[in-house]
């Protein structure tokens, strides 16, 4: 019985932890899908503060799109990758936004 329930336990744990949030996914995926045209994480984070990030990415990270329609980073924003990502890149972002007082060392 005390097995079962450590296997159920167990079961629950690493199936939640592959999606949450994560700032080293966060960042690996700016620097594959923003940096071209926004330049280095460093750069890419402190466009914006902790708050503008969280705001950016609510609701169906609304905002971070109205940022990017009728550019060329539309299309980006619009695509798969994209909102695969979001949650990573939202917490990547926040971590280093521009009122946070940290600096990622991956550049
Ligand atoms: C294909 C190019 C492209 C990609 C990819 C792209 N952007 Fe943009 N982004 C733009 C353009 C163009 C604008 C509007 C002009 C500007 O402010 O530079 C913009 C605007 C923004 C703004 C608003 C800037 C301001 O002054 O208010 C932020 C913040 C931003 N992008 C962050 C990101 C992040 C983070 C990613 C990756 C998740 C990303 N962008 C991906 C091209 C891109």
């Known amino acids: 019985m005390l097995q079962k329930t450590i296997?159920?336990?167990?079961?629950?744990a690493l199936s939640i932890i592959p999606a949450q949030?994560?700032?080293?996914?966060?960042?690996?995926?700016?620097?594959?899908?923003c940096k071209k045209c926004h330049g280095n994480g460093t750069k890419g984070a402190s466009m914006k503060s902790q708050a503008e990030w969280n705001e950016a990415f609510a609701d169906n990270a609304k905002v971070f799109k109205q940022w990017h329609a009728g550019t060329k980073g539309e299309k980006y924003v619009s695509s798969k990758k994209f909102s695969k990502f979001a949650p990573h890149l939202k917490d990547f972002l926040h971590e280093y936004g521009n009122d946070s007082g940290n600096v990622p060392s991956c550049g």
Do not use: M, R
């Not at 296997?7 to 629950?12: G, I, S």
């Open 7 to 12: 296997f159920v336990v167990l079961a629950l």
């Open 21 to 33: 949030a994560d700032i080293k996914k966060g960042s690996k995926a700016y620097l594959k899908q």
